[in-house]
Every structure is written in C-alpha cells, then in structure tokens.
C-alpha cells in the first residue's frame, strides 16, 4: 500500500500562486498515472489534472492555462502549481495514483487551499 502526504496549500488572495507537492511511500509510485483531486465543501472530488508514467497530461478545463502537473520519480513526488487563482479554486486538495482512471490508493489528509481576498 502507498501512503500519500500532500503539502503546500494556504491561505491566497484571488491571482495569487501556490505549489502543492505530494510525497508517495513505496516503490511502485513509477508505474503509475498519478492526479490531484479537489473537493470543495458539499462537493464531490473531482480529478483537477493527471500526468501518465511518460508525461501526457490532462487538466480540467477549468484549470487550463493557469495549473500544471509535474513529477520527479526519483523523490517519488508530484506536484501543482497553481497560478492566477480563484475563489472557486477553493478546496481540499489530493493526490492519488490512476489506473483506468479511478483511484488506486487510501487518500491521504489532502491540503487546504483556501483564495480569498
């Protein structure tokens, strides 16, 4: 089983910046699509963006432009960074590993980001 701890979210005034990392356990973290979720209050997770094991992306279209996806295999991290941000960015980030597009691991605490002015 992978563990999942993600990092990096705050407090931010509408345009600003942040950048989440997610540090994963194990070994099999390579072999993995990996994807950062978000769930807002009374809303469902829902997948923001996903790099596969040879780094295709995709982002949601609400994100496009202002989001990226990376990962580094070797510190067995990924991360968000998140520009021009918006109050209804506003959630409880994740990550987890894909396969066939669902997630494949327990969540982890998740990071709170909060766009406020």
């Known amino acids: 089983q992978v563990q999942l701890v993600e990092s990096g979210g705050g407090l931010v005034q509408p345009g600003g910046s942040l950048r989440l990392s997610c540090a994963a356990s194990g070994s099999i973290f390579s072999r993995y699509a990996m994807g950062w979720y978000r769930q807002a209050p009374g809303k469902e997770r829902e997948l923001v963006a996903s790099?596969?094991?040879?780094?295709?992306?995709y982002y949601q279209d609400s994100v496009k432009g202002r989001f990226s996806i990376s990962r580094d295999n070797a510190k067995k991290t990924i991360y968000l960074q998140m520009n021009s941000l918006k109050p209804e960015d506003t959630a409880v980030y994740y990550c987890n590993g894909l396969s066939s597009g669902s997630p494949v691991w327990s969540w982890g605490q998740g990071t709170q980001v909060t766009v406020s002015s």
């Open positions: 790099m596969g094991t040879i780094g295709h992306t």
